[in-house]
């Protein structure tokens, strides 16, 4: 049957208009209606089914109501006017008449300067079949605003209403002999996974977007002339250009360490002579191979670490440990008009951990290594080489107090102030505390995820590879290694360094 589009809509052979009308010009009502094949009563069984309009009527995405009473709320989502336009457009209306069989109004007010009236229609002509139609009209100074877009979705909603009406009508006849009517639509079932596929796919590319937009693009942050923070893609970095030479405190692991020599051979108008790495996990150190040549300051435990935790990486590339060893106190450089202070760190995130402190005349920057992170979840290394949670509050306390005014650059995260470590040590000392209280009463691991509320702190959950698989710090995580660490229950095939 053919689509009329018509200027006045004629129920029971009088002229049709909603009680509801809209009383301005704002525009000539979006109108037109379709003569199907198919009872009056049965058409509105169906029709009476919101939430199975998507079923036939494509204008609809998705309908939460279940049925169709007077003065309830009617939400729905609309499909884009064209199926390239990047939205899902929500709509809230309240039903202000329905009569069955014969027609249902719904008002939409809930949009600032936005009033519209919508109405679909049964008209019955005989036994065997009637008439459905669709009639809306808008009005005020938003609807203005947007008129084009606006009348393009009316006539949107109009064509794809009355197209649905005309599926009904092919599902009915297909199906006539059957005496319980029209029936559902068999699952298409090779659509059905297509489209399970798309979306699979759509969902892993957005959190792949997302994951790489959180912590793996490179976003630089210009501290001072020749004082550059590179963070994301593994650990931050921080890069400090000198007169003849430059250093390099975490220069990241594969693939991001290769792009950070790229950006420093392009922005970089000195040699990397030096290397720094503030502890001996693989995100911070494993980019000392892209610089070879370079001596490389570390804590005098790291390279071991570095052997013990990783020792096909290592063997492989013997020159990249460290070569320049501090087992106490602090070891200075200079570069120009900076002067850079390595200060090894009693037992804190790791056994042997550095922190770097930069003073030049513009700006006072500590690179902490994973002792400070900013916004997220730490890792705990639960390893014989790895964390001390006491060690690590009081360290982070005291480089507060130590550099009040300094820029702290963290292992993972942006950059933050002193406030901002003082709060991570309150955090830790919150866990530790905690943790301690329901190990000393006997109570289990899992009865302290209960006991031990950490997620108030509204730290994000931090990411990170380990033996080929995704390992997450997270408020949970945090509690379970807590009390690991504190009873040294840890099980061997827990997610360590």
């Known amino acids: 049957m053919s689509l009329q589009e018509q200027d006045e809509i004629r129920v029971g052979g009088r002229p049709f208009q909603p009680d509801s009308a809209l009383s301005d010009r704002d525009m000539e009502p979006v109108t037109g209606s379709v003569e199907v094949q198919i009872p009056a009563q049965e058409l509105w069984r169906q029709f009476s089914k919101p939430h199975k309009w998507p079923r036939w009527n494509r204008c609809f995405f998705w309908v939460w109501n279940r049925s169709l009473q007077p003065g309830h709320r009617l939400i729905w989502i609309f499909q884009p006017i064209r199926w390239w336009y990047l939205y899902k457009m929500p709509a809230v209306a309240r039903i202000v008449e329905v009569e069955p069989e014969s027609k249902i109004t719904w008002e939409v007010t809930v949009l600032p300067g936005f009033h519209a009236i919508h109405t679909y229609f049964i008209e019955r002509i005989d036994e065997k079949s009637c008439r459905f139609g669709s009639w809306e009209k808008a009005s005020g100074w938003s609807f203005r605003l947007l008129r084009k877009f606006w009348l393009a979705h009316f006539r949107f909603v109009l064509k794809k209403s009355l197209e649905g009406v005309q599926t009904l009508e092919k599902e009915y006849l297909e199906l006539k002999a059957d005496s ?100 001996y996990h693989y995100d911070h150190t494993r980019g000392n191979a892209e610089f070879p040549g370079a001596r490389v300051i570390s804590h005098s435990r790291v390279p071991d670490f570095m052997r013990e935790s990783d020792p096909a990486w290592w063997s492989a590339i013997p020159f990249a440990l460290p070569d320049d060893l501090i087992e106490k106190g602090d070891f200075q450089l200079e570069l120009g008009a900076v002067q850079v202070t390595s200060r090894a760190i009693g037992p804190a995130h790791t056994q042997g951990d550095l922190v770097v402190h930069v003073l030049h005349p513009d700006a006072e920057i500590v690179v902490t290594g994973d002792l400070f992170i900013n916004g997220f979840y730490p890792f705990f290394d639960l390893s014989e080489r790895g964390t001390d949670l006491a060690g690590l509050i009081s360290t982070l306390r005291w480089l507060a107090d130590e550099y009040p005014n300094a820029i702290f650059l963290p292992g993972h995260g942006a950059p933050g102030t002193a406030s901002d470590v003082r709060e991570f040590a309150a955090y830790l000392e919150h866990l530790y505390v905690g943790v301690q209280r329901v190990a000393q009463e006997g109570l289990s691991e899992s009865q302290a995820l209960s006991e031990v509320k950490s997620r108030q702190w509204n730290y994000h959950f931090l990411p990170s590879f380990h033996r080929g698989g995704l390992c997450f710090a997270t408020a949970t995580s945090n509690v379970r290694w807590a009390y690991q660490l504190i009873t040294e229950t840890v099980p061997p095939d827990h997610c360590r360094f």
């Not at 650990?235 to 007169?243: C, F, H, Y």
């Not at 405190?249 to 950070?260: C, G, H, N, Q, R």
Request: proline fraction near 6%.
């Open 180 to 279: 319980a009517g029209i029936q559902e639509k068999r699952i298409r079932w090779k659509y059905v996974l297509l489209t399970s596929a798309l979306v699979l796919l759509l969902a892993i590319g957005g959190i792949a977007g997302w994951l790489y937009l959180t912590y793996l693009h490179p976003e630089e942050i210009r501290f001072a002339p020749g004082v550059t923070a590179i963070l994301n893609g593994g650990s931050n970095t921080l890069v400090i250009e000198g007169d003849e030479r430059a250093l390099i405190v975490d220069p990241k692991f594969p693939p991001a360490s290769t792009w950070l020599r790229k950006w420093v051979s392009k922005n970089v108008n000195a040699p990397v002579q030096t290397l720094i790495n503030t502890h």
